[in-house]
Each structure stands twice: as C-alpha cells, then as structure tokens.
C-alpha cells in the first residue's frame, strides 16, 4: 500500500522562521496530500498536489513534489506560534480502491 | 450533515467488554475510513469502505475489531473483549470518491481500564 514517512520526527523553531518537513514514499502516486493535526483531534486537510505539478502554493504554504526521487517537502513561512501542531503525509495511488496511508507525521514546535 | 461526525466522543470501559463506535460521514460522499492514533503516535490505518465494493480490512489489528457500513452513510466500529492496549483515538474520515481529499471527524478517545 502506499506511505509516506515524514521527516523529521519532530522540529522546534522560533517564531518568524521558515519550517520544512519532508515526505518519502515508495510506489507510484496519482496524488499526494498534506494534513495538519492539533492536539491529537481529527486531521484537516492544507494541501493537495497531483503527480504532474512540481510545486504549489497556498498562503504561508508550499508544496514540492519530486516524483523522480518519490518525495515531497512542505514549507511553512514566517511561522506562528499557532502553526504548532503535526504535520501528516499521504499518498493516493489513482485506483479509488485503496485507502489514503498516513506516515508517523512531523510534530512541529513554533516558540514565540 | 456539515462535517464527519462521531460518537461517543469519549468512551471509558472495563477490559473484557465490547465497545461500538459510530461515524457518520458528510452526507453523499463514498468512501469511509476508520482510522486509529495512539498517543503521540501516528495514524494507523484500519478499515475502508469504497461504494459497494468489498471494505478493505488489511488494516484491522486482530478479529476483535471489526466494522460496517449500513446503506453505504452511517459506520460502526466494533471492538469486542477490549484490551488495554485498544486505547487510543480512533479516527473516521469520509471523501467525495477514493483518492480525494478526505475530512476527518474530531475521534473517539477510547480508554479501557
């Protein structure tokens, strides 16, 4: 099944600082999405971009995809305290008939 | 409805008894995921209900869980004899098709003591 796996585990930045998390996986996508959680409660989705765009834009966001090394990478700019919270991957391989997988997430820290 | 909604939102129970949790996604969207976090943890996937297809359920850890979907809206998961080690968050999610965005419900904190 498809996965993504974030890296890093965790990251701690001080407030106005860029955050850049990382996302690796392992088989072909048609899509790959990135959600935020706070406080263990349910995943909001930020982001979504398809297998045939490089990169997008949404806000303080932005997205690369790299399909040639099976990565993505999320950067947060000028970051707020309000950003804290983890940072969750998924992949979607097109077919609709298996289940968005989620990696082990990025628990981001923003210290004001 | 407006969103993903489940319940209870917070279940307490004694090890050894069965617990159902129940989700009902936004209204016409077929796909339905259920979901399970444990503290500090990410998410692991348990079960997915796509349409009228077979539910996908690689995910289920042990035959004590098991879930439905009736008249492809409402879902039920049903942990039977829980263990402590079934606390945890469990998520549900719907989208519009497999492969969209999918949007989550707030969980439902399981504790078994």
């Known amino acids: 099944s498809q996965q993504g796996e974030e890296d890093p585990q965790a990251l701690s930045i001080q407030e106005g600082e860029n955050a850049t998390m990382n996302c690796s996986y392992k088989?072909?996508?048609?899509?790959l999405q990135w959600y935020r959680q706070n406080s263990g409660r349910g995943l909001v989705h930020l982001i979504l971009?398809?297998?045939?765009?490089r990169e997008k834009h949404s806000g303080r966001l932005r997205v690369t995809l790299d399909t040639s090394k099976k990565s993505s990478s999320l950067l947060i700019t000028a970051s707020r305290a309000a950003d804290t919270a983890s940072y969750f991957c998924?992949?979607?391989?097109?077919?609709?008939?298996?289940?968005?997988?989620f990696g082990k997430g990025t628990r981001l820290s923003v210290i004001a | 409805g407006a969103g993903v909604s489940q319940s209870p939102s917070n279940k307490v129970t004694e090890k050894g008894k069965d617990v159902e949790l129940r989700c009902d996604p936004i209204?016409?969207?077929?796909?339905l995921y259920w979901y399970r976090q444990s503290l500090g943890q990410g998410l692991e996937f348990l079960i997915y209900?796509?349409?009228?297809?077979?539910?996908?359920k690689s995910g289920l850890p042990s035959d004590r869980f098991s879930a439905e979907r009736t008249g492809g809206s409402v879902s039920t998961l049903t942990i039977q004899r829980t263990q402590q080690e079934d606390s945890a968050v469990y998520l549900c999610?719907?989208?519009?098709?497999?492969?969209?965005?999918?949007?989550f419900g707030e969980g439902s904190w399981l504790t078994v003591v």
């Open positions: 998924a992949t979607d391989d097109g077919s609709g008939n298996t289940p968005l997988v």
């Open positions: 999610a719907s989208s519009l098709v497999g492969g969209h965005t999918i949007y």
């Open positions: 971009i398809r297998s045939n765009e």
């Open positions: 209204s016409g969207h077929t796909a």
């Open positions: 088989t072909s996508i048609n899509n």
């Open positions: 209900f796509q349409g009228n297809s077979a539910p996908d």
